[in-house]
């Protein structure tokens, strides 16, 4: 019976660590792993991408850039210019201490406690989103440092995915 309990245990402990890896996909949810994005008008769009638990921060925002020119290229575009940049970092809180008092009555007795409680993150560290504002455009690519060659970029990142 002991057994069984700790490998109970255990099975619960690992499934606690378990992390939602970080693939190239649409995100199934709001809040999910994966890509994103919405028209803001005819040409500009706002491409996320929400990586998994503990995803490095540069594969993330190369995920946001390959979908950006993924959807230049569906569009009929030839290349897109960042217009805004953000990356932030979501569903991690760190560690955690809580107190909590209580207290109970019965009959002639009564009792009262205090705990304490310490927690500890097992999700495997940060989620973190990068966003970027497109403005997509066709013909000779500007020369700008913020524009990119969707062709490019999808050459250049796609084969690493």
């Known amino acids: 019976m002991t057994r ?3 490998a109970a245990l255990a099975a619960l402990s690992l499934s606690a660590c378990a992390t939602e890896p ?3 996909q649409p995100a199934a ?3 999910g792993v994966g890509f994103s994005q919405m028209r803001i008008e005819p040409g500009r769009y706002r491409v996320t991408f929400q990586g998994g638990p503990g995803a490095p921060p540069a594969q993330v925002e190369d995920y946001a850039l ?3 020119a993924d959807l230049a290229l569906a569009e009929g ?3 897109f210019r960042i217009t805004d940049r953000s990356t932030r970092q979501t569903g991690f809180s760190g560690s955690s201490l809580s107190v909590g008092v209580g207290g ?3 009959g002639r007795h009564s009792a009262g406690g205090v705990g304490v409680g310490t927690g500890i993150p097992l999700g495997g560290g940060p989620a973190l989103a990068a966003t970027l504002d497109v403005l997509m455009g066709k013909g000779p ?4 440092i913020d524009v990119y060659d969707a ?3 999808r050459q250049s990142l796609g084969p690493r995915i």
């Not at 690519?141 to 700008?144: E, G, I, L, T």
């Open 4 to 6: 069984l309990i700790l």
């Open 22 to 24: 970080t693939h190239f």
């Open 29 to 31: 949810s709001p809040t």
């Open 66 to 68: 390959l979908r950006a």
């Open 77 to 79: 575009y030839d290349w």
């Open 104 to 106: 109970m009555s019965f």
């Open 141 to 144: 690519k500007p020369s700008d």
């Open 151 to 153: 062709r490019g970029v």
